[in-house]
């Protein structure tokens, strides 16, 4: 099964910076990656998993509202690789964040370890 490794997270204070990295564990399931819808979840404490953002094979994004204009969703063809630019971070952002491949809005595999992201005020 295909197995999602993030990475990148970090501590760090309000309005910093951190570049998440997403990518599959093996490389015959790069091109998977590669031609699928994915997304970036978070998941705080106490809180349910919220899609924060996703991109498609074609480039069409989307962010929810909490994040627009602060997160950059993008993806490297050759690498299979998504990343998650985060730009003047806030407290309310400290989550584990996770990837995903999504179909018909339902994420898909089966969740990897995530990658902690914590924001101090």
């Known amino acids: 099964q295909l197995q999602l490794v993030e990475s990148g997270g970090g501590l760090v204070r309000s309005g910093g910076s951190l570049t998440l990295s997403c990518t599959a564990s093996?490389?015959?399931?790069?091109?998977?990656?590669?031609?699928?819808?994915l997304g970036w979840y978070r998941q705080a404490p106490g809180l349910q998993r919220q899609l924060v953002a996703s991109?498609?094979?074609?480039?069409?994004?989307y962010y929810d509202d909490s994040v627009k204009g602060r997160f950059t969703i993008t993806r490297d063809g050759a690498e299979n690789t998504v990343y998650l630019q985060m730009s003047n971070l806030k407290p309310e952002d400290t989550a584990v964040y996770y990837c995903n491949t999504i179909y018909r809005g339902v994420p898909q595999q089966r969740w990897g370890q995530g990658t902690q992201v914590t924001v101090s005020s």
């Open positions: 991109i498609s094979p074609g480039g069409s994004i």
């Open positions: 093996r490389a015959t399931f790069r091109e998977t990656l590669r031609s699928t819808l």
